[in-house]
């Protein structure tokens, strides 16, 4: 089989699993408020904040009317704080309050605690080849966040 169809049915393949675990684990997370817009936007601001609303709407993708309405839940639920740019006071700066970062942390725990229940049902041998798959997941998942 040419390298180039091996390519897109391994590609195929591996969109199909990683949209399947992906769904259970956002499942895990999302309650009846708690979306998975808002889930992101909540994971944005822990890994790259304080952020600006107009920086955090193009992080996430969205508009900032949107996302302005997102973060003003999320001030709402006491998981992300809001202050004034130092730089720009007419701007502000949206950061995690402790009640988002444990709350991030309970999800964080629950999904990996999911996931090593899932991995325990591997044969060795499976573990291993998926083990020795994670650097290049990490190095396709960089890649994907810089495009």
Do not use: F
Request: net charge neutral; glycine share 6%.
């Amino acid at each position: 089989m040419p390298a180039a169809a091996v390519d897109q049915d391994v590609a195929g393949r591996l969109r199909i699993a990683i949209s399947r675990i992906s769904h259970r684990l956002r499942l895990q997370a999302q309650s009846d408020d708690m979306t998975p817009t808002r889930l992101s936007a909540l994971a944005i601001v822990a890994k790259n904040g304080p952020l600006r609303l107009g920086d955090l709407a193009a992080r996430l993708g969205t508009s900032a009317p949107t996302m302005s309405r997102i973060v003003d839940w999320l001030l709402q639920q006491g998981l992300v704080d809001r202050w004034p740019d130092p730089d720009d006071q007419r701007a502000g700066l949206i950061g995690m309050a402790d009640r988002g970062t444990a709350w991030l942390d309970e999800i964080r725990t629950r999904n990996t605690g999911y996931l090593a229940e899932k991995l325990a049902i591997l044969s060795e041998r499976e573990l291993a080849a998926l083990a020795a798959a994670v650097p290049v997941l990490e190095r396709i998942a960089a890649e994907s966040e810089n495009s």
